[in-house]
């Protein structure tokens, strides 16, 4: 069955400092993956994802992240987080067919200290 | 312009009334779902339209009812709620069903929904 797993429940990271939030997928076929962001009392907003071609990716706000299919990962990037980036962050991998779901992992909270 | 609408932001309802959730888009989406996030959770999906036919329905009870007008709106009405649906709805929508074949799915501000 297709599944996200993020290891990471909640992150602290300083603000100028780099990031990388971790994502795994389980899935039998070629994964379309996505990462969305989501502020506190807000909705989700992709921030980018991944169908095919270049396995890295470039999103809005500076993000970018990886596929890699030998260690089915899909990471996230950013070089130099803002305070702004103080976010729930979620990645997800579509299920595919003319139906086929989002699946989405449980999120990883994001801290950003002064 | 990858915009998806909800009104209200806030709704708050008691268990015996009868309210609305609304969600506009104007992407030409012909696929359009709604979502129920409670804290601290992902997001879980409840029902999907597809080319305005309600397609999927993630056995969702019946004080739930969607109805989808036309291609640019989708409604969720709600009737008889009970303290646990208190979540936040989100709207989404996509060029066609489903997240496979290169289709993705964006999603809207969100509806606040607490019953009391």
């Known amino acids: 069955a297709q599944s996200v797993t993020q290891p990471d429940i909640h992150i602290t990271v300083s603000e100028g400092a780099s990031l990388e939030l971790r994502c795994n997928y389980s899935?039998?076929?070629?994964?379309?993956l996505f990462w969305y962001v989501q502020s506190p009392g807000q909705g989700l907003q992709l921030l980018l994802k991944?169908?095919?071609?270049?396995?890295l990716v470039q999103g809005i706000k500076g993000f970018e992240a990886e596929f890699k299919r030998s260690q089915s990962s899909f990471n996230l990037r950013k070089p130099s987080v803002h305070w702004s980036d103080a976010a729930e962050y979620f990645c997800?991998?579509?299920?595919?067919?003319?139906?086929?779901?989002?699946?989405f992992g449980k999120g990883t909270k994001l801290s950003v200290k002064p | 312009d990858t915009e998806v609408t909800q009104t209200p932001k806030h709704l708050v309802m008691g268990m015996t009334n009868k309210k609305s959730l609304k969600c506009e888009q104007h992407?030409?989406?012909?696929?359009m779902y709604w979502y129920k996030q409670k804290a601290k959770k992902p997001p879980e999906l409840m029902f999907v339209?597809?080319?305005?036919?309600?397609?999927i329905n993630e056995s969702v009870p019946s004080r739930f009812s969607p109805e989808c007008p036309n291609s640019s709106l989708l409604n969720l009405h709600l009737h008889a709620l009970q303290p646990e649906d208190s979540a936040l709805y989100l709207c989404?929508?996509?060029?066609?069903?489903?997240?496979?074949?290169?289709?993705?799915?964006?999603f809207g501000e969100g509806s606040w929904l607490t019953v009391v």
């Open positions: 992407m030409g989406h012909r696929a």
């Open positions: 991944y169908f095919s071609g270049d396995t």
């Open positions: 899935y039998g076929a070629t994964p379309y």
């Open positions: 997800a991998v579509g299920a595919g067919g003319s139906q086929g779901n989002l699946i």
């Open positions: 339209y597809s080319y305005e036919k309600l397609s």
């Open positions: 989404a929508s996509s060029q066609r069903p489903g997240s496979g074949s290169g289709n993705t799915i964006y």
